[in-house]
């Protein structure tokens, strides 16, 4: 069973504009939810990660915001590069002590920012 | 420093055969955990470590399934008569402690013919 559902599964965003990527879950206990993007042929790599006590979080490019109350999140990547066509992953995890911090992860979007 | 190194990177066994997947986490990193990403099931959680101990191996996708971290440090995954099934890429991810980032290693693809 999906816990965190993920859309688009594939988006293409033109040179300079905004990519946007949506999550939802049902599991209140999950209290940790980062994005990750992958490469191909490499592991994901964290980019950026949002605790439930705040509605959103900007590092540089991208900005998780965060709607506690509809149990959703949000990736934007502005002015996207070619350099960000990669495929992206929300997770969520709540702390348990037998799996740690285990993430449940989304399907994955594929993104292709054109030149 | 060095990342999470996996080895091999990739290995096409035959059906029935068992394989061993290693782990070699960041230096330091108390706490590591396995998930297999394919296509059909995207990325899941297979099992965690925190030090030498698996709380819960449930997580396991069958008893054919087993790991072992030795040392705080190094970790394997052993899959006995494989399944064509179990192709998927495996991947190791360490952290500090259990709160904190997990960086992941680059996979194993596992191959079953």
């Known amino acids: 069973q999906q816990q965190v559902k993920q859309s688009p599964q594939s988006l293409i965003v033109q040179k300079g504009g905004i990519s946007i990527i949506n999550c939802a879950y049902e599991n209140t206990a999950f209290d940790y939810f980062p994005w990750y993007q992958q490469f191909p042929g490499k592991g994901p790599a964290l980019l950026i990660a949002?605790?439930?006590?705040?509605s959103e979080k900007k590092e540089g490019r991208f900005t998780i915001s965060f709607n506690k109350s509809a149990k959703q999140f949000s990736l934007h990547i502005m002015d996207s590069q070619p350099g960000d066509s990669a495929t992206y992953f929300c997770a969520a995890s709540p702390y348990n002590s037998n799996s740690g911090y285990a993430l449940n992860f989304g399907k994955g979007t594929s993104l292709l920012v054109t030149p | 420093g060095a990342g999470v190194s996996q080895s091999p990177s990739n290995k096409v066994t035959e059906k029935g055969k068992d394989v061993e997947l290693r782990c070699d986490p960041i230096s330091g990193h108390t706490a590591l955990y396995w998930y297999r990403q394919s296509l059909g099931q995207g990325l899941e959680f297979l099992i965690y470590?925190?030090?030498?101990?698996?709380?819960?191996k449930s997580g396991l996708p069958s008893d054919r399934f087993s790991a072992e971290r030795t040392g705080g440090s190094v970790s394997t995954l052993t899959i006995q008569r494989t399944q064509q099934e179990d192709s998927a890429v495996y991947l190791c991810a360490s952290s500090w402690t259990k709160y904190n980032e997990q960086f992941f290693g680059p996979g194993t693809r596992l191959t079953v013919l």
């Open positions: 470590f925190q030090g030498n101990s698996a709380p819960d």
């Open positions: 949002i605790r439930p006590d705040v």
